[in-house]
């Protein structure tokens, strides 16, 4: 123990101030996110008053009396609350539309913000690299939204289901008529699968794309995000009268062309036998996408390395 304190004293005094202040890359991107999360906490709180907001409806739904849940008879004989399980369809939809407005706001203001109020001065004094804060806000949209999606998506339908059992077992009725076909975990199984195919895979670019607009824009974010792709849309149509441009933006906000499910659309209400990840993975739809999200990446840390505050 003396011989390495000896040695460490041995070193000159640059080298010491350098060994004792060095930060791993894994560890300051780390607190890049963490920082995101302090700075931003509509991140969570926006979801969660959707969920709040939907289980609040359903209390007071019952309470009055106003909840109304058909008795319907399966083909395998088993009864279905078919008014429970469309609840539970809305509250995967209220929850994840939510997510999606704040995610799309926060990726226009991520890297804007912080060039208008002239924060990011003191962000680039940190030993932290442009690369690591643009990956930490790309973090934010395709893996955090996500994982608070899911968690909050969960735990309504679990308090869900104990409102509802307990409002049939106050009209005499089985508790069990609460649970919803095909039950809960495979209607979570299918809500995580489409989270990850449709709002993390397929909407990767959109994200990466908009982040790359906050980082070039000096006021507006959210116009110059949206005229381009339009006004391109629309000189299209009038000088070639067809319409690539605005297919490819519906096909890709829409997720109908992804392939992830064997439906017609990307809707939630699905089951095992219609979910193709195989076909989703071979699409090259999936594949450009996220070639083209690498690129606008690339394009949004070197216009942060370049870009003045506004």
């Not at 780390?30 to 359903?58: H, K, Q, T």
């Not at 019952?62 to 539970?88: D, K, P």
């Not at 003191?122 to 932290?128: D, G, I, M, T």
């Not at 299209?236 to 519906?250: D, M, N, T, V, W």
Request: include cysteine; aromatic fraction near 10%; hydrophobic fraction near 55%.
């Amino acid at each position: 123990m003396s011989t390495q304190s000896n040695a460490a004293n041995e070193l000159p005094l640059e080298a010491r101030a350098t060994a004792q202040t060095f930060i791993s890359p894994g560890r300051r991107f780390y607190w890049s996110v963490r920082r995101e999360l302090w700075e931003n906490r509509s991140i969570y709180l926006a979801p969660a008053a959707a969920a709040g907001f939907v289980i609040l409806g359903v209390l007071i739904s019952v309470a009055r009396g106003a909840l109304h849940l058909s008795i319907t008879v399966t083909t395998n004989g088993m009864t279905e609350q078919r008014g429970v399980a469309a609840f539970y369809d809305a509250t995967m939809a209220a929850i994840m539309l939510v997510a999606l407005i704040v995610s799309a706001f926060y990726c226009l203001s991520a890297l804007h913000g912080e060039r208008r109020d002239r924060s990011v001065l003191f962000w680039k004094s940190l030993p932290v690299s442009d690369l690591t804060t643009v990956l930490a806000k790309a973090v934010i949209p395709l893996i955090v939204f996500p994982a608070v999606m899911m968690v909050l998506i969960v735990a309504t339908h679990v308090a869900s289901l104990v409102i509802f059992a307990a409002a049939l077992l106050a009209h005499g009725k089985s508790a069990s008529m609460a649970w919803p076909s095909p039950g809960l975990p495979q209607m979570w199984g299918m809500t995580l699968y489409h989270i990850v195919a449709i709002h993390v895979l397929w909407y990767a670019p959109l994200y990466c794309y908009m982040l790359m607009v906050s980082a070039w824009a000096k006021r507006a974010p959210f116009l110059w995000a949206v005229l381009p792709p339009v006004a391109a849309g629309i000189v299209e149509k009038i000088a070639f009268g067809s319409s690539h441009i605005f297919l490819l933006l519906r096909d890709r906000l829409s997720g109908e062309s992804s392939g992830a499910v064997t439906t017609a659309t990307g809707g939630m209400k699905l089951d095992s036998t219609q979910i193709a990840p195989l076909h989703f993975l071979a699409s090259p739809g999936l594949w450009l996408g996220l070639v083209a999200a690498v690129i606008f990446l690339a394009a949004a840390v070197r216009l942060r390395r370049e870009q003045a505050p506004v």
